[in-house]
Nanobody, 122 residues
């Protein structure tokens, strides 16, 4: 059974930085598409970023240039480095993954983590 466990959520001041981690277990192979969605308060879940087995990345326009997604294939772990955080980045962040080495277009996660809260104060 595939499981994703996020860590690193918390509170940060506007303009600050923060990093999330996500460890995957139960996958039949290493190196696959992993990424992040988020759900701001009272809003729908939205795509943030993803990365495939070859290191190709995609970002939502709202985070491009500020967030960086990375992956350690050997550890089946993904990271989201968030810089220049804004109050609008406040959300529950979900780690996602596909049972594919390339990420689907549009993103089509088949596994979700439980979520970790990031709160950015002004």
């Amino acid at each position: 059974r595939v499981q994703l466990v996020e860590s690193g959520g918390g509170s940060v001041r506007s303009g600050g930085s923060h990093r999330l981690s996500c460890e995957a277990s139960g996958y039949p192979f290493s190196g696959f598409c992993m990424g992040w969605f988020r759900q701001p308060p009272g809003q729908m879940r939205e795509f943030v970023a993803d990365i495939d087995n070859d290191g190709r990345t995609r970002y939502a326009d709202s985070v491009k240039g500020r967030f960086t997604v990375s992956q350690d294939n050997a550890k089946n772990t993904a990271y989201l480095e968030m810089n220049s955080l804004e109050p609008e980045d406040t959300a529950m962040y979900f780690c996602v993954a596909e049972l594919l080495k390339r990420c689907s277009s549009p993103p089509n996660p088949m596994a979700w983590g439980q979520g970790t809260q990031v709160t950015v104060s002004s």
